[in-house]
């Protein structure tokens, strides 16, 4: 079947619901897989890498990612009620980003490697190590999923200092 897909809003913050814990999927119906789907196409307009539930203001477990290098062929993966049941080492994500936090770029530690557990989108389950790049890109949706942004990595001050920059932009608009 040729499906219609729509890009969605984006939430950005400080929008409140960005800061809420989401429920974990309990049914893979149509309903998730147009959602599924719409999200991913939200995600390669905007462009970016990954795109997690509540930034579409979906209060429930799953993501989107895509770490293909050549945007040509799309390697796009779905996670349904993931979870990070091993991590280890240390790596510094150089310049990372956030659609939902707009035009700001921060260093943030990450574990160099994880194990994760989660379902694919036809219910399947799912058990593998991601290291590098893909450890990274996980670390950060899964983080959308209990409600933390990147930038609550960061310190505070640095924090601080967008959140005026945002808050000055909201008031001018
Ligand atoms: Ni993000």
Do not use: W
């Amino acid at each position: 079947m040729d499906q219609k897909t729509n890009t969605l809003t984006i939430l950005t913050y400080p929008e409140p619901f960005l800061k809420q814990l989401t429920l974990p999927v309990r049914n893979i119906d149509g309903t998730l897989q147009v959602l599924i789907d719409n999200m991913a196409e939200t995600m390669y307009a905007a462009p970016g890498v990954g795109l997690a539930a509540p930034q579409v203001g979906v209060g429930q477990s799953f993501l989107v990612y895509d770490i293909a290098v050549d945007r040509d062929h799309r390697d796009l993966r779905v996670l349904i009620n993931p979870r990070i049941v091993e991590r280890s080492g240390e790596v510094i994500s150089e310049n990372e980003g956030c659609l939902s936090v707009p035009d700001f770029r921060a260093d943030v530690k990450r574990a160099s490697q994880i194990l994760v557990e989660a379902v694919d989108r036809d219910g399947n389950p799912l058990r593998f190590e991601a290291e590098g790049m893909h450890a990274i890109v996980l670390q950060h949706e899964m983080d959308h999923l209990s409600g933390t942004l990147f930038i609550d990595h960061i310190s505070a001050l640095k924090r601080q200092l967008y959140k005026r920059r945002v808050m000055k932009e909201i008031k001018h608009r």
